[in-house]
């Protein structure tokens, strides 16, 4: 409250201050209130959300990860591991549920245009198997050491692989800026039917937001590159599990035929 400005001498001024006082401590307690409903679920509670669906905020963020999920599973990558995509046995995040954004107003959108960016459509990826691109990378990048190929080589093939993601964790993260901002324009409008009141309230929050939001894009941004130009490497156990059966199989193949060969002579 401390933006509202010293007390005034005049004895209108000052009871208009203390009304705007009173209306935004209770709009501040209403709204702590609501938005710890709406990010835990706790919807069944308060008639708000019957009312107003949009303001199930949980709700549309777990659509959006799992949406996100989705994208990246099948066609995040550049090129397909194998010839065809492969589901292996499991099925889409959240399949059927869709989520869309053009319902918002046009300004939300009008103060967001410069920080995020929601337009990337990823494009599908490569016909595979991925074993071209590595012996693409190999025969280009070949050093005199003896043994399997160097480090490096994984290193770019990961760089290209990864290609499309820089845009899909910009997009991702852009779209859950706008139901964030979006919620919390609505609440205001739905909390504070006063104009003036809930103009002022809203012009006392619209730069720090704008500022957390360029914060999160850039942080997003930040650990993007931190995870694509490291080193590569995975915490999966099956990893190694996976990569000793690959050995294992191709070692009995060149041992099967090595017999077959003396058998033949």
Not at 116 to 136: F, Q, W
Not at 224 to 235: L, N, Q, V
Request: with cysteine; net charge positive; charged share 25%.
């Amino acid at each position: 409250m401390r933006k509202y400005g010293p007390a005034r001498r005049n004895g209108r001024a000052q009871g208009r201050r203390e009304r705007s006082t009173t209306v935004s401590g209770k709009i501040d307690s209403r709204t702590q209130d609501i938005t710890k409903s709406a990010l835990n679920g706790y919807d069944a509670g308060d008639a708000i959300f019957k009312q107003k669906l949009d303001l199930k905020l949980i709700t549309k963020m777990i659509q959006l990860n799992e949406g996100s999920a989705n994208v990246f599973w099948k066609c995040g990558h550049y090129r397909h591991f194998r010839s065809t995509w492969h589901d292996e046995g499991e099925n889409l995040l959240g399949e059927g549920v869709q989520i869309s954004f053009f319902d918002m107003p046009d300004n939300v959108y009008d103060e967001l245009y410069d920080i995020i960016n929601t337009d990337y459509d990823c494009p599908k990826s490569l016909r595979g198997p991925m074993t071209a691109l590595v012996h693409e990378i190999y025969n280009s990048s070949r050093c005199p050491e003896l043994g399997t190929f160097n480090g490096t080589v994984l290193a770019s093939v990961f760089d290209i692989a990864s290609q499309k993601r820089e845009q899909l964790v910009i997009s991702h993260t852009s779209k859950v800026i706008l139901p964030a901002h979006d919620y919390i324009f609505k609440l205001l409008d739905e909390l504070c039917p006063d104009t003036n009141v809930r103009d002022q309230l809203w012009g006392n929050v619209f730069h720090e937001l704008c500022e957390q939001y360029k914060h999160a894009m850039k942080h997003a941004r930040f650990l993007f590159e931190i995870e694509r130009s490291s080193w590569p490497a995975t915490y999966n156990h099956y990893f190694n599990a996976t990569l000793q059966k690959k050995r294992q199989h191709r070692l009995a193949e060149s041992e099967g035929s090595s017999r077959l060969h003396s058998s033949a002579k």
